[in-house]
């Protein structure tokens, strides 16, 4: 990695995704037992969400899988309060997210801050997750899906959907209006819906990629990196501890403001 830009050159910005790339699991899905527990989703949806991490971590989802996940979590949305959202996920955070960060991409970070580089999270989950994710790891800023909102509850609808070629416009904009040279800016992710992201910097990474971006990786000459090592943030960035209020309900459990901030969209109904 080079080291600090001389005076005058264009800044630069090192853009992360987060599922499997900064923690090692699904952000959004991580969140299921701590909402069934805050009465947002039935046990039915727990066990769901439970199947489809499964699917994540051991081969990847596919388009037509997160499609059919993303309508799936759309029916829990429609309706939950948005602060009682905010609450879960900012009281039970350090529980779910702790042990699940990895300890080769906090150093990546820190190395980037280091070289005078911004660092953007750029990530399909819900803003309502990513943000607070983002600020414990001190990112500078958090490209995400945002829900639409009306009278304090969500409606189901999505309002911006950070996917595919949508992450690699959320990142042009976002140069045009910061000033980043793209060229010599760095881009990390695991998954192949992520390619458009990964071209619109000059160096890109495949973060333990799936097999499909394993191919585009070694076409391209792209580096690829493993993490293998999970650590609990709390030790890897000496925080406070979590609040006792609604973090015991994560021994109870949440499909994140996550899995359907991961996906969300359109009706409401909360299952069995």
């Excluded at 900064?22 to 952000?27: G, L």
């Excluded at 059919?68 to 939950?80: E, I, V």
Aim: aromatic residues 8%.
């Amino acid at each position: 990695m080079d080291g600090m830009a001389p005076a005058g050159t264009p800044p630069t910005a090192a853009f992360f995704d987060l599922d499997k790339t900064i923690i090692a699991k699904s952000s959004v899905l991580a969140f299921s037992k701590p909402f069934q527990a805050g009465g947002l989703i039935s046990r039915r949806a727990v066990l769901r969400s439970a199947y489809a991490q499964f699917v994540f971590m051991v081969g990847g989802a596919d388009h037509d899988q997160v499609e059919k996940m993303r309508q799936f979590m759309s029916q829990l949305t429609a309706g939950w309060d948005v602060a009682t959202v905010r609450e879960i996920v900012a009281d039970t955070l350090h529980n779910i997210v702790d042990p699940l960060v990895y300890d080769e991409a906090v150093r990546l970070i820190d190395e980037h801050h280091a070289a005078g580089r911004d660092v953007v999270i750029v990530s399909t989950s819900g803003s309502e997750v990513v943000e607070p994710i983002g600020a414990l790891l001190g990112a500078d800023r958090v490209i995400a899906t945002r829900l639409k909102v009306e009278d304090g509850r969500y409606t189901g609808e999505i309002e911006y959907y950070a996917y595919a070629e949508e992450k690699a416009n959320a990142i042009r904009a976002l140069a045009e209006t910061e000033g980043y040279d793209l060229t010599g800016s760095y881009g990390y992710s695991d998954s192949v819906t992520d390619v458009p992201m990964l071209e619109a910097v000059g160096h890109p990474h495949a973060v333990n990629p799936d097999k499909e971006l394993r191919k585009v990786a070694a076409g391209n000459g792209w580096p690829v990196l493993v993490f293998t090592r999970p650590v609990a943030l709390q030790s890897r960035l000496h925080l406070p501890p979590p609040k006792p209020t609604l973090a015991a309900l994560a021994v109870g459990g949440v499909v994140a403001a996550g899995a359907a901030l991961w996906i969300g969209t359109r009706r409401r109904s909360l299952g069995a």
